[in-house]
């Protein structure tokens, strides 16, 4: 090494200056690259698993209330009350079906876009079901119209185990998500650790020599 400890302090400088900026450059580079992928995977988790979850959930919400007031066609006595809920029953139909729409662009796996088939495909007869109901209860037939709503409990029951399905499988595909990103994170931070201890190191026999 005595080449080295011969050189002007001035080519040494250069040496270590040289070699801080390419430090300093690999260390930007890796740091936007690992930030792209960060970013990739947090634009999925949200994308496709958030405003999936919540569009889920929204129609959910609608249908369970579409439940709430087709019990109101039933037990109310005022014919007014009972046709405006029967309307309110007739337009839950439709924004289900609007909110099932923009979650159709969050499904990724063939699992899912099977389950929402599902959903839409028990819906009709559902539909027919309290259609049928309705009519009963307007004409003043309560009792059948309950009746014929008990009978419907098998496909509630269908439809509440592909809507929760399809939430869980949000959930574990969220979670799957964020996991990746602590991967990138720490393989990240390992690298740049290393790239800095292996300049800092360099550096110092630099000045050593």
């Known amino acids: 090494m005595s080449w080295f400890k011969n ?10 200056f040289g070699l801080m900026a390419a430090v300093t450059s690999l260390v930007g580079y890796r740091g936007v ?3 792209g992928d960060l970013n990739a995977s947090l634009g999925s988790l949200y994308s496709s698993q958030l405003l999936g979850i919540s569009g889920i959930q929204k129609a959910n919400i609608i249908r369970l209330g579409m439940a709430r007031q087709m019990r109101n066609v039933i037990i109310y006595k005022d014919k007014t009350q009972k046709q405006e809920s029967a309307a309110a029953v007739a337009q839950a139909f439709t924004d289900v079906e609007a909110a099932l729409v923009p979650v159709e662009k969050t499904l990724n796996t063939d699992e899912e876009k099977m389950l929402l088939a599902k959903i839409r495909e028990v819906m009709p007869e559902y539909k027919k079901l309290v259609d049928t109901a309705v009519t009963l209860a307007l004409a003043g037939n309560t009792d059948e119209a309950a009746t014929t709503m008990m009978n419907g409990k098998n496909l509630v029951a269908q439809m509440d185990a592909n809507f929760n399905a399809l939430v869980n499988g949000k959930e574990a595909a969220g979670k799957k998500a964020y996991d990746q990103s602590e991967v990138v994170y720490d393989k990240l931070r390992s690298t740049l650790i ?3 201890v292996v300049g800092i190191i360099f550096c110092l026999g630099v000045g050593y020599f």
């Open 194 to 196: 290393g790239i800095s």
């Open 33 to 35: 690259s690992a930030a």
């Open 7 to 16: 050189l002007k302090t001035v080519v040494k400088l250069v040496l270590v």
